[in-house]
């Protein structure tokens, strides 16, 4: 990949979050892709992810593994985690595999529950975001909607359990694949929350 990637490592608590913007072509490609699919009735049967995912949320679609070499999203996802890893243990990674990855289109209403990925490694961004989340009823609260939060351990002093994603266009998180995560709902509004993950 020729692009330089624009990485970040977050420590927030136990095991560290890599941060990452996705390329605005690849975000063009895979977008385009989904808007098309959206309208292919017998493809969206053929890729849909929603019975083997825990969302409840409109459509959940598997990328077919030629797109996702022809878009370039493998060869970002191979190098970012390398670069994680790489950064993390010194040591190179031999061998990446992507085992799956799919685009959840969440609409006002619908969330995912608390849950985590299969393999070693997993990740989660962002394609499309509405322009308002909603507001909250008690306007004193701070305003979760639409947010992605990942968990690890438990509350203790001096270390945060929690770390709250406010969802932004093309920033993509990669973290272990055991790391519980949630999907919080949002409302007001008619505009999708496109997000992608392997």
Known sequence: ???????????????????VTIPK??????????????????????????????????????????????SGW???LASCVNKWIEFETKEKVKKFE????????????????????GGHISGAGFLKVPSTFGETFQKDK????????LIHGQRAFMSNSQFKITPVVG??????????HTVYPFKDTDEERRSISF
């Open 1 to 19: 990949m020729s692009e330089k990637l624009d990485i970040k490592i977050i420590k927030n608590f136990g095991p560290s979050v890599l941060k």
């Open 98 to 117: 992507n085992l799956n990855s799919w685009v959840v289109r969440q609409f006002s209403n619908e969330y995912n529950p608390t849950h985590w990925h």
């Open 142 to 149: 701070k305003n979760f909607n639409g947010q992605l939060t």
């Open 171 to 180: 920033d993509f998180y990669i973290f272990p694949h055991y790391l519980m």
């Open 25 to 70: 072509n690849i975000v063009n490609l895979i977008n385009q892709y989904i808007d098309g699919l959206v309208n292919d009735k017998e493809k969206i049967k053929t890729l849909n992810a929603g019975e083997n995912l825990v969302g409840d949320v409109t459509q959940e679609f598997s990328l077919e593994d030629e797109f996702i070499k022809k």
């Open 74 to 76: 493998y060869v970002f």
